[in-house]
């Protein structure tokens, strides 16, 4: 195995000849960046993959999902909006403290629903095994993801807040 650093602007991989790696790319780097895994077994048959590195300047805001392959929520897509694509705005109705709908408008549309279990104010933290939003049980957190028309009556997975503030008339601040 030999991981190489194809634009060669000084990408530093953790171990350059397993199959795993970890790698740092500069922090001068604000383009795109290829690596290349070689493959040879030492006999003269080598193959190689090429794989893209696509570089994020970051945001404040920003939302990213990876939607696998047939997926009907999110179309099998990889997708990274940020405030400079979309208008993000969360809102919890009534000033309720124990749950929050952001909805995100770009050139697609999405909402998402996430609430702390019944009886709790949303904190900072990990909620795991959480279920459809607003159809959860008492003692579940709950949690909706929908977009550009598509859903799903049967949701299950865990979130993270990781950042949470409201202004004086408890409206969100900062998510």
Known sequence: FKWVDVNNVGIVFSNPTSAKTGFTVPNEVTSDVAIKLEVSNGQGYQVFRTLTIHYYAGSDTFMHYVSPQGDYIGGGKTVIMDSSSAVF???????????ITLSIDGNTWWSFD????????LQVKK????????????????????????????SIGDFEVLELSYNADKSVKSL
């Open 114 to 121: 996430i609430a702390a279990p019944a009886g709790e104010n």
């Open 89 to 99: 705005t969360p809102t919890n109705y009534d000033n309720s403290l124990n749950a």
């Open 127 to 154: 909620y795991i095994n959480a279920t459809r939003y607003p159809f959860q049980g008492p003692l579940t957190a709950g949690l909706s993801f929908t977009g550009d028309g598509r859903g799903c009556n049967q």
